[in-house]
């Protein structure tokens, strides 16, 4: 579905989301603000905020009228040495900017923004800013937010190789993957394939099976599992309780799920597992 958008109170443009936005936007509030408590003495300071999918920065909820802001300045409310947005739509990306000029003035020498695909974005961070290749390489939290199936395998495999990260992903694990599904099966190089990374998912049977097997994936670049097959996670459902979609915790070390157990006890509202 496109993206709708309004003018916010300072005149620029916000996108339209519906209230369960709120529920992405506390847990990854509550991450964000244990990640850089807990580790601010640990890493000396050294952490970096990358947000992938950035958009402009302010949002209207439909139900209520109510502005709030969007990722990219919940994490400008914490400490982080330097914060890298992506975002693909020009338009948006200097919107957001703007925003940043006026609202956080002091921290807008510490930001980097870019303007192409994710994936794309992944390599020429990492390239552009020499302290990722450095003994003193910084621990970094990425935050993965889509609208649809991205980013591709290559690139999970490329932050897994190159970058010291914990990543906040939104994965579209609700009806949509299941449309997505029956669409791409016939498609000769489809988004789930570039998204898997292979086109073994094929063989995995029904979309529970294929979400395994992705997951199966990430753990042999090292991700962290449960009992249950899938990384620490929160669902997000819409107001009538279906599943939309989830947000899992990559993460290599023991530490990141913790953090990611103790955000859910605080952020708001929860649903149960693949409930959709
Ligand atoms: C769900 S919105 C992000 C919302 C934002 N994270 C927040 O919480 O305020 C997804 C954004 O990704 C952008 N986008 C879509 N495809 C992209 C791509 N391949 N690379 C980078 N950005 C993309 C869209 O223009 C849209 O603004």
Redesign the pocket.
Known sequence: MP?KYKNASDGMKA?VVKGY?ND??SY?EEYIKIFTQGMKYKWDGNLIYI?????????IITESNTEI??????ALRYPFRAYFF????PE?IEVLKERIRHLFPDKYENCCFYC????Q?VVDIFNEDRIFQTRLQPLTLI?S????L??YFSTMQFIADNYRADILF?FSTGMDLGRNISNAVKIENSKIDRFIGDKEWRNMGQKDGIIKYYFSKLSRLGYRLGNDGYPFNRPVLNSKKRLLYHLFLLSKNVIGEKFSKISLNYSTQQGDLFNG
Do not use: Q, T, Y
């Open positions: 993206e996108r936005v992405k936007h990854l947000d992938l999918f950035a958009s402009c920065g302010k949002a802001d969007g990722s990219p300045l919940i992506n975002e693909i739509d948006k192409m695909d994710a994936n974005a935050f937010d889509p609208n649809n991205n980013p939104h």
